[in-house]
């Protein structure tokens, strides 16, 4: 970190009938449909942060928008990304599943 950056995890996706199946497996599950105003995808890197963008291993890091910051990017080792790239919940590479999920929480409490 230098100052001011944003830095964008990529993380798995999840349906959210997944996450319910992996928090309450015997819960009655009814399906009501898209309701009015209601997002399917989540956008968490757009085509105008995107431009500015690095690609860094597990993150995307998205430097100030403005150099107030003196953050001296080093971007050498660094990835751009495309132009016009964005990153959605719809296009994260990995999904994950109830029993994934199960597991993941199931670590972090013992």
């Known amino acids: 970190m230098s100052g001011g950056e944003i830095?964008?995890?990529k993380l798995p996706k999840m349906s959210?009938?997944?996450l319910v199946r992996a928090m309450g497996p015997d819960c009655l599950v009814e399906e009501v449909g898209i309701r009015p105003g209601e997002k399917i995808h989540e956008v968490l890197l757009n085509e105008d942060e995107s431009a500015r963008a690095l690609g860094t291993g597990k993150?995307?890091?998205v430097p100030p928008q403005f150099k107030t910051w003196n953050n001296g990017n080093k971007t050498d080792e660094k990835r751009r990304l495309a132009r016009g790239f964005v990153y959605t919940s719809e296009n994260a590479?990995?999904?994950l599943n109830a029993e994934q999920l199960?597991?993941?929480v199931s670590s972090l409490t013992k």
Do not use: G
Request: proline share 7%; no cysteine.
């Open 7 to 9: 830095y964008v995890p």
């Open 59 to 61: 993150y995307y890091e």
């Open 102 to 104: 199960t597991k993941m």
């Open 93 to 95: 590479e990995d999904n």
């Open 16 to 18: 959210i009938t997944e």
